[in-house]
């Protein structure tokens, strides 16, 4: 089959095998799999990685334990937990020490014709939710996540920095879920499609809870700045750099700092199937798998917003 | 009357007319002033500061708009509120952004003979606690401050890094609220005050909740890499300097820091007053008023605990 492999800083599209599935594992034929920004820094050394990245995808399952997976269209919980120690007893197999990730962290990721998966990882997609919605399914997971840690936002002022993929999706899935969000970006082209669901442009003045979606080792200040007292900063900004902070306005104002990361993929798929989130708009552009390198380039453009791969797409 | 000022690293002690009380001010003759790793900071330049510090202290209320307070013996909360601002609306005085602060922010402080306070400041001491013990209410309330923040801690697992008088205080109020505390420090001769109380020594594996009081920039670093996945990181530290820290296992682990500051005073008041937690051993060393710089020399030794300022002691 064909496949991704990131190994140096470059980009490389190989013929290998197909995946053995090993017991309990589903093989699952990919249909789409869509670049997030993490690609693109495994793709600069960030975890010191090599090998085959992808972790958003839809795809069809081929082969699996269980007969009533056959033929069926799913997306998978990216995280494979050991499910036997004490963090994945408390219910945070995300969090499993000894946990694998797919296209991350020891598990050959999506940007393949196939993959493989535990079956308790998968989630079957609404027949009326299109691929091209149901990839979006991880970034989505990772944008509710901040409504699990943090619990309703309902009626407080939020403000998101940052208007990349990520920004977007956490700008409307805040709103949607009740808080009164502003998204603080430099494009708005890009801001347009939050602001269709009635998020707010950016605004002065000091907000409830601030997200740090930036990228940037500079936003976690500046987020820090914008937030009330005991109001609470969210960092959803995967920084390989070591961050400066002036701590000092952090503990004075007692201001909270929650990292934050992957989420559950069930409620991001209703919010995907209820569609009441614009993510359609968010496609800047699509290549065949063999086209990987140029999908790459494309996604790394200043700006870009979602590049999605399909293995059958002719080139 | 006697007062001390700080001034370019220099600990002076002047001459000085005694403060006028405003409307809704107490005037209050100090009877017990403590020392705290805060003003040696401010004598260090911290906050730019300048003028009279002092926020730890136990006096008598001579005069007052309402006679109920004259005669009495009180502590006082430090932080001044406009009392008319949303901040101030919510119950969080302490964080109004026009706010003075005893002895650190535009209001003289209470290493002197006489300070001022809004009555509505002010807590009767109850007479079956010394002034020794009293004097302890402010550390005493940014120790119970983390229970105000954190919610109970009953059965968690909480490392306190660092066994100066703030740690200390922290590791008994959190044991004594219920937690399985362990102590980390270099003092077993200090550590011992904590173990009385069942806190335990340093020990391995991970924390539900860290409590940074190491007053030192690596203490955070540290204090990180010991909590568990979605565990908490309480941030008593401040330290002047920029904080350099990586921010990947802060985001991987979803763990939230927690900027931590002062307290309410009646908490502290009540368990001082029950008496189970013990802070006469924490007191090192006693000067009156006049000796203010040998008694901020001895306080800055390394090690020292709480050292106490007495306007009536004779030297």
Redesign the interface.
């Known amino acids: 089959m064909l496949a991704v492999r990131l190994s140096e800083g470059q980009v490389q599209v190989e013929q290998t095998r197909r995946p053995r599935r090993p017991k309990g594992h589903a093989l699952i034929r990919v249909t789409l799999a869509g670049i997030c920004n993490t690609d693109l820094e495994l793709l600069r050394g960030y975890y010191g990685f090599a090998g085959r990245p992808g972790h958003e995808f839809v795809g069809v399952v081929e082969e699996a334990d269980s007969p009533a997976w056959l033929g069926r269209r799913v997306v998978g919980e990216i995280n494979l937990a050991c499910g036997n120690c004490p963090?994945c007893a408390q219910g945070?197999g995300r969090?499993c020490p000894t946990r694998s990730v797919l296209g991350i962290v020891r598990h050959p990721g999506a940007f393949a014709e196939y993959l493989t998966l535990p079956e308790e990882n998968l989630l079957p997609v609404p027949s009326a939710l299109p691929d091209d919605e149901a990839v979006f399914c991880e970034p989505v997971a990772a944008a509710c996540e901040i409504h699990e840690?943090l619990g309703k936002l309902q009626g407080q002022r939020v403000a998101v920095l940052g208007d990349g993929k990520l920004g977007l999706l956490i700008a409307q899935v805040l709103q949607v879920g009740g808080a009164q969000v502003h998204l603080f970006g430099r494009h708005p082209e890009k801001i347009a499609i939050a602001e269709r669901l009635g998020v707010q442009p950016a605004a002065t003045g000091l907000f409830d809870v601030t997200v740090d979606a930036t990228g940037s080792a500079a936003g976690?200040s500046q987020a820090v700045s914008m937030t009330?007292?005991?109001g609470r900063v969210v960092?959803?900004?995967?920084?390989?750099e070591?961050?400066?902070?002036?701590?000092?306005p952090?503990?004075?104002?007692?201001?909270?700092?929650?990292?934050?990361?992957c989420g559950r993929f069930a409620p991001a798929l209703r919010l995907l199937a209820s569609r009441k989130i614009d993510v359609r708009s968010m496609i800047a552009d699509r290549y065949p798998l063999s086209a990987a390198p140029q999908a790459f380039a494309r996604a790394a453009e200043r700006g870009c917003l979602k590049v999605l791969l399909e293995p059958l797409l002719e080139y």
Not at 242 to 248: F, G, I, N, S, T
């Open positions: 963090t945070l969090h840690q976690l009330r007292p005991r960092m959803k900004s995967t920084v390989a070591r961050v400066q902070l002036d701590m000092a952090v503990i004075v104002n007692e201001i909270s700092l929650i990292g934050s990361r």
